[in-house]
C-alpha cells in the first residue's frame, strides 16, 4: 500500500509565498517521476510540474519563472516551492509519483489534494 500525503496548501495575498510538500509512504521501492498537477472547478486537471529521479524538470508555461520543483530521493518528497503567487493560481494541487514497488512492478498514484487560495 502506497500513499502520497501532502502539506503545505493555504491561503496567501497575491505577490506571497507557499511551499507544498508531497511524501510517498509504504511499499516503496524507488520513485521515478514525481509531479503536481492542479485543478479548478469546471477544468480539466493540468500538469504544473514535474521532476525525474535524475533532477530534470519541466514546468507548465504560465508557472516557469514563478514555481520550483524538487525532490529529496531520500526521503520519496518532493516539493513545490511558488512564488509571485497570482490570484489564477487559486486551486487544489495534487501530487502524483509513478512508483516502483519491490517486485519492481510501476504504479501511478496521486495524493489526496491540497487547497490553495491566492486573495487580493
Known amino acids: 500500500q502506497v500513499q502520497l500525503v501532502e502539506s503545505g496548501g493555504g491561503l496567501v495575498q497575491a505577490g506571497g509565498s507557499l511551499r507544498l510538500s508531497c511524501v510517498a509512504s509504504?511499499?516503496?521501492?524507488?520513485?521515478?517521476?514525481m509531479g503536481w498537477y492542479r485543478q479548478v472547478p469546471g477544468k480539466e486537471r493540468e500538469q504544473v510540474a514535474y521532476?525525474?529521479?535524475?533532477?530534470?524538470?519541466d514546468y507548465l508555461d504560465s508557472v516557469k519563472g514563478r514555481f520550483t520543483i524538487s525532490r529529496d530521493n531520500a526521503k520519496n518528497t518532493v516539493y513545490l516551492q511558488m512564488n509571485s503567487l497570482k490570484l489564477e493560481d487559486t486551486a487544489v494541487y495534487y501530487c502524483?509519483?509513478?512508483?516502483?514497488?519491490?517486485?519492481?512492478?510501476?504504479?501511478?498514484?496521486w495524493g489526496q489534494g491540497t487547497q490553495v487560495t491566492v486573495s487580493s
Open positions: 509504504g511499499t516503496v521501492f524507488s520513485v521515478n517521476i
Open positions: 521532476i525525474t529521479s535524475g533532477g530534470s524538470t
Open positions: 502524483n509519483a509513478d512508483i516502483l514497488d519491490w517486485s519492481s512492478r510501476e504504479y501511478n498514484y
